[in-house]
Antibody
Framework: EVQLVQSGAEVKKPGESLKISCKGSGYNFATWWIGWVRQVPGKGLEGMGVIYPGDSETRFSPSFQGQVTISADKSINTAYLQWSSLKASDTAMYFC???????WGQGTMVTVSS | DIVMTQTPLSLPVTLGQPASISCRSSQSLEHSDGNTYLSWLQQRPGQPPRLLIYKISNRFSGVPDRFSGSGAGTDFTLKISRVEAEDVGVYYCMQATHGMCSFGQGTNVEIQ
């Protein structure tokens, strides 16, 4: 079964760093793009960026360029979304998705509050 | 950025009746490989999005055949032939042709 399994919910303070993960299984992880999607509570879906795990090529939506880092380790079938300094406005649910396979992770809730 | 525009944003429906959602993109979604990477997603409250339709008109595994997709270029439609209670939720169109995923605003389908 093709799956994307994300790391658990996080509660952080403004200014802290964070790295969340998305582990793929049941398919050749290196050869399918992985995307990260933000959903602020009560709002719609926003594409943040994508990565090709085979060579780590990344592309960002202009709104998120420079705000987050996307990386992947194909040896352990895992993609990452990282912040160096969180803001309260980063509070949201974050999903990983394989657009080509049509599979979504279960989501990681990130809460940033002092 | 590709802008995806859905209409309507709210869709009250009657059980057993058809429903239709439109999605328009700011640029053609036809890829150089000949495919059009336009999908439809359903999101029920408290759940992650679920893929219903991919490449305009292909139903994903396990999706009931009352869901269908059509369109080409920049204009696409999702139809539900007979709405059931479990179809309540928010529906999104999504494009993955232009190197990034981008989404419509979402259409809230509710039973009236």
């Amino acid at each position: 079964e093709v799956q994307l399994v994300q790391s658990g919910a996080e509660v952080k303070k403004p200014g802290e760093s964070l790295k969340i993960s998305c582990k793929g299984s049941g398919y050749n992880f290196a050869t399918w793009w992985i995307g990260w999607v933000r959903q602020v509570p009560g709002k719609g879906l926003e594409g943040m960026g994508v990565i090709y795990p085979g060579d780590s090529e990344t592309r960002f939506s202009p709104s998120f360029q420079g705000q987050v880092t996307i990386s992947a380790d194909k040896s352990i079938n895992t993609a990452y979304l990282q912040w160096s300094s969180l803001k309260a406005s980063d509070t949201a649910m974050y999903f990983c998705v394989s657009p080509g396979l049509g599979v979504w992770g279960q989501g990681t809730m990130v809460t940033v509050s002092s | 950025d590709i802008v995806m525009t859905q209409t309507p944003l709210s869709l009250p429906v009657t059980l057993g009746q058809p429903a239709s959602i439109s999605c328009r993109s700011s640029q053609s979604l036809e890829h150089s490989d000949g495919n059009t990477y336009l999908s439809w997603l359903q999101q029920r409250p408290g759940q992650p999005p679920r893929l219903l339709i991919y490449k305009i008109s292909n139903r994903f595994s396990g999706v009931p055949d009352r869901f269908s997709g059509s369109g080409a270029g920049t204009d696409f439609t999702l139809k539900i032939s007979r709405v059931e209670a479990e179809d309540v939720g928010v529906y999104y169109c999504m494009q993955a042709t232009h190197g990034m995923c981008s989404f419509g605003q979402g259409t809230n389908v509710e039973i009236q």
